[in-house]
Every structure is written in structure tokens, then in C-alpha cells.
């Protein structure tokens, strides 16, 4: 089935029931689909159809859902964009996804015309707003088409999201995303998350709905569930809390920064959250004790997920009875893990010849299930290396214990999580490398009580050469988003080797870490 045929069944039976809100904009279903439909026609007008891939690259807006569920619609694929990422990143991704057309919100009009030479298979540059010009205008497009659009036939296997996320190289690497994938995901959904979920829900939208919050947003469409999107660009705790209070939301995502924002904050007495029925919370470490903290104030709501784009939001999870403040020292422990397999989902521990390791013993997480994603576009060489043996590997150092309770210990691709954001040490690495005070550096995560890991540069630095932290951090700017800088920056005559002179990020992180209930 076109996954875009869920907002096109819930248009038809539920046609008056609140779709979006965001601000003083209201949609319903019946016009979130016709505003979805002649886009689709719009896109097809323009030469682009099933098989193209368009790029999505805006804040939080209702036209976000609407440009996801037009690409659905049409059989393209749905290439959304972190708006973190500096203008030289998102050019990569829109030329490596030979994205035929970007559908960018007016904060990067400059931006992506800056970058206009850099991506040259992107014949149409369609903005929310603007000036007229190179850009098409949105609302101009939508109103020269008809409301009429028949869903196009897809087989399952057919891209619907190309997800990109870091590589290794230093290079994102774009997760092929099924139809297939996102309707196991979202059937997955109300299994699991919220069982009898129907149109009466609300889900927040507070994060990025290029990553977690518009994944969650298919289930929500797919039962005509009303989608609130936060009137705001940034993560603002007291007005996550006035607006779930105003519109008696159910559930959200969100990275477990944003759940520690919420609880230190003061509206957390001031407003009334007992709506709350799912805050689903997934993206990075939550550490024990801050874990606790939410559910003494949040009240029993909270999931735990763990996912990546390669098996979007659904490996493990830590349902809502796990969240015990007064349980047995079994049922405590389990606090600090991510959960079990899904209820479609196969979880394993491999060791380095692949072969199954029992419980309680330490290797990496493999899962397989419908979820997984088709490959990596356009690199076999990754896919064949992530899917061997007809595993996910995840690159993430675990183990299971007796009941199936999946710890995570460590990353073997050594990527850090901050603030839900993955970053990759070797793009940093190969930014602050070229400073030409740098002889080596290693960038590593270290626990922060905001952001749960904050980026780290250890540096030994050139004989007779002096640059301080500041001026490397400042170094980075013209080259990563602003949320991969180091936030800190530790000086050191050499850095830790193997005997093969690899360097050992482990032992960098040790001391970083120790006395920590999780490690990453």
C-alpha cells in the first residue's frame, strides 16, 4: 500500500476532524489532503513522478506534512533535511539524492540559491515564501492545480524516505526507506505505543519533523489524530507545556534533552499534563537518575525507544509498566536499559565472527524484522557491509539478559548523540585537522546533563604551536552545523595508542565515564 493512502482514508472518513494546527492555522482533513493532492499535481506538472526523489528542507510548518504525504502520493521519495545542518551539508544531500526539486521554507532561500551551482539535478526551487524569481512560489503552485488525485500504485519495496544520517567517512550515507517500512512502523505504533489509538488523539509536534517527530506523524494521520505543531523554531519547555494543556495532547517525541528541559522546568507545576498518555523519548542516553526525576513529574507516560534510520524508531522499547520508581532491584535495573524487541522485531548479540553470543555477554546489536530499511542509496559497499548476513548490524555494543532486556554499552562506530543529534567524530576530526597548529585530534562524547553527550576535542598540537580552545571551536564554524562543534576542547602532549598506532577512543572516554550507570 502507498503509504500516503493513510492521509487519504482519514481525509475521506474523518473529513471535518482537525489535522493540523499550528498558530492561528487550522487544517482539516478534508483540506490537509486537498492542499497534499495539488501539490502532488503540481509536482507532476513539473515532470517529477514515481521514482524521483524531492527534497524537504523547512522549520516546522504544516507545509512539511503536506510536502511528505504529496511525495507519497506521487511515489517520490521524501527527502527530508535536518534544518541544523550548515549550507555545504545539505548541498551534499540534495546532489547525492539527485532530488529533482527542493521544497524549502524562506529562512533558506539565500542558502540554498548560494548554493544553487552545487546541485544542479534540482531543476525547481519551491518556497513557502519569497521573491519571485529562480524560486517557484508554494501557494502559487498549489492554487493552479486541481484537489483531484488518484494515490499512485506502489510496490512495497518502492523508496518513500530517504533518511540520511553520518557516516563513518565523514560523508551521510542516505537510508532507503520503504513503503513497506513505514507502514510495519506506524502498524508497529499502535501496537505497541498507544494501544486504541484513534482520531481522538493529539500528538506535538516540538521536534525537528525531518527525523523522529514526522516519522510519528504517520501513525497520528494514519487515525486522523489532530498534529499540533509547536509555535516555535526552537524547543521551548513553557510553551510545550501551555500547549499541551491547551489542546489536551496524548503524545510526542522527543530526544531525552528535550524530556530534561521539561522537567526542570518551573511550567511543569503550572500546567496540566495529564493528557499525556505517550511521550515517547528515543535519540540518545537518558542517564538513571534524570529518568526517575521524569517520571516522579511527568507521571507514567513515558517510553523509551530505541531505533536508527536504518530501522526508523522501532528496535527495542521500555513500555510504560518498566517506568517503576518502587519496584523490585530487577525491575530498578531495567531503568538503565533500552527495553525489549519490539513486537515484530528480532533482536540478536553477534560477535565478531557473527555468531550469536548468549545472555549477558557483550557484542553488537543486530535486529531484523519488516522494519529495516532497502539499503543505503546509491553504496553498496554499506549496505552490503550493514545488512551481511541478512542483519541489521547496528554499529552498537550491547548485551541481553536472561528476559530479553537489551543494555547498550558502547558504539562501535563511535558516534555521539547530543541533544538527539547523531554526529560522527570524523567530521569534526577532519575540520579541526586542517588547522595548522593540529597534529592529532580525537573528538569523543562526554556526558552532559542537558544534552546527554556534548562533543569533546582532545588535540596534541604541533611542536612550538599555541591556538586556544576557543579559537579551534571558532575554527569549525565555516565548515559543520553549529550543533557539531566541540563544546569543549582538552590539550594533550600525545594521544593514546594501540600497537597498531590506532588511536583508543575508549580509553579517551573512560575517564569521562566512569561511575556512570550507562555508557553512552
Not at 392 to 406: K, Q
Not at 443 to 452: F, K, M
Request: hydrophobic residues 40%; negative net charge.
Amino acid at each position: 500500500m502507498n503509504i500516503g493512502t493513510l492521509l487519504t482514508k482519514s481525509a475521506r472518513t474523518f473529513p471535518n476532524n482537525p489535522a493540523i494546527i499550528h498558530g492561528t492555522r487550522r487544517f482539516t482533513y478534508a483540506e490537509f489532503n486537498a492542499r497534499a493532492n495539488r501539490l502532488a499535481n503540481a509536482l507532476k506538472r513539473l515532470g517529477i513522478g514515481r521514482g524521483d526523489n524531492v527534497a524537504l528542507l523547512q522549520y516546522n510548518y504544516p507545509e512539511m506534512l503536506e510536502a511528505m504525504f504529496a511525495c507519497f502520493k506521487a511515489g517520490c521519495g521524501a527527502v527530508p533535511i535536518n534544518f541544523r545542518l550548515h549550507p555545504s551539508e545539505y548541498a551534499f544531500i540534495i546532489d547525492h539524492s539527485e532530488a529533482k526539486a527542493v521544497v524549502l521554507s524562506p529562512e533558506f532561500n539565500e542558502g540554498v540559491l548560494g548554493i544553487r551551482d552545487r546541485i544542479p539535478r534540482a531543476g525547481h526551487l519551491i518556497t513557502l515564501n519569497g521573491a519571485e524569481g529562480e524560486l517557484l512560489l508554494y501557494e502559487q503552485l498549489l492554487a493552479a492545480e486541481s484537489d483531484r488525485w488518484d494515490d499512485v500504485e506502489v510496490m512495497p519495496d518502492d523508496l518513500a524516505w530517504l533518511f540520511y544520517t553520518s557516516g563513518t567517512t565523514g560523508l551521510p550515507k542516505g537510508a532507503m526507506l520503504t513503503h513497506r517500512n513505514l507502514l510495519a512502523m506506524t502498524m508497529n505504533f499502535y501496537a505497541d505505543i498507544c494501544p486504541g489509538f484513534g482520531p481522538q488523539d493529539v500528538i506535538l509536534h516540538a521536534a525537528p519533523m525531518s527525523h523522529g517527530s514526522g516519522l510519528y506523524a504517520l501513525p497520528n494521520i494514519g487515525k486522523a489524530a489532530t498534529n499540533v505543531i509547536l509555535a516555535s523554531k526552537s524547543f521551548d519547555a513553557e510553551l510545550v507545556f501551555r500547549t499541551i494543556e491547551e489542546y489536551r495532547v496524548t503524545n510526542m517525541f522527543a530526544a531525552p534533552t528535550m524530556v530534561k528541559l521539561m522537567v526542570d522546568s518551573p511550567a511543569v507545576a503550572r500546567h496540566d499534563h495529564s493528557s499525556l498518555r505517550a511521550v515517547a523519548y528515543g535519540g540518545g542516553p537518558m542517564l538513571v537518575e534524570d529518568l526517575k526525576q521524569a517520571i516522579r513529574k511527568l507521571g507514567p507516560c513515558l517510553v523509551q525507544l530505541f531505533g536508527q534510520a536504518e530501522s526508523p524508531m522501532t528496535i527495542t522499547y521500555l513500555p510504560h509498566r518498566d517506568h517503576v520508581l518502587d519496584g523490585t532491584p530487577e525491575r530498578m535495573k531495567r531503568l538503565a536499559s533500552a527495553g525489549f524487541a519490539r513486537t515484530d522485531v528480532e533482536v540478536k548479540i553477534f560477535g565478531p565472527d557473527d555468531a550469536e553470543f548468549s545472555p549477558g555477554k557483550m557484542g553488537e546489536i543486530v535486529t531484523r524484522s519488516e522494519l529495516v530499511m532497502g539499503g543505503y542509496w546509491r553504496n553498496p559497499q554499506a549496505t552490503t557491509d550493514t545488512l551481511r548476513t541478512g542483519w541489521l548490524h547496528t554499529g552498537d555494543i550491547g548485551y541481553l539478559d536472561e528476559c530479553g532486556y537489551l543494555y547498550i554499552m558502547d558504539r562501535s562506530k563511535d558516534m555521539i548523540i547530543s541533544g538527539g543529534e547523531n554526529v560522527y567524530p570524523r567530521e569534526v576530526e577532519e575540520v579541526l585537522i586542517r588547522h595548522g597548529a593540529v597534529r592529532e585530534v580525537a573528538v569523543i562524547g562526554v556526558p552532559d546533563p542537558r544534552w546527554g553527550e556534548a562533543i569533546k576535542a582532545v588535540v596534541a598540537l604541533e611542536p612550538e604551536a599555541f591556538v586556544t580552545a576557543e579559537e579551534l571551536i571558532d575554527f569549525c564554524k565555516d565548515h559543520v552545523a553549529s550543533y557539531k562543534k566541540p563544546k569543549t576542547v582538552d590539550f594533550v602532549p600525545e594521544l593514546p595508542k594501540n600497537n597498531y598506532g590506532k588511536i583508543m577512543k575508549r580509553e579517551l572516554r573512560a575517564k569521562y565515564w566512569e561511575e556512570r550507570d550507562r555508557k553512552v
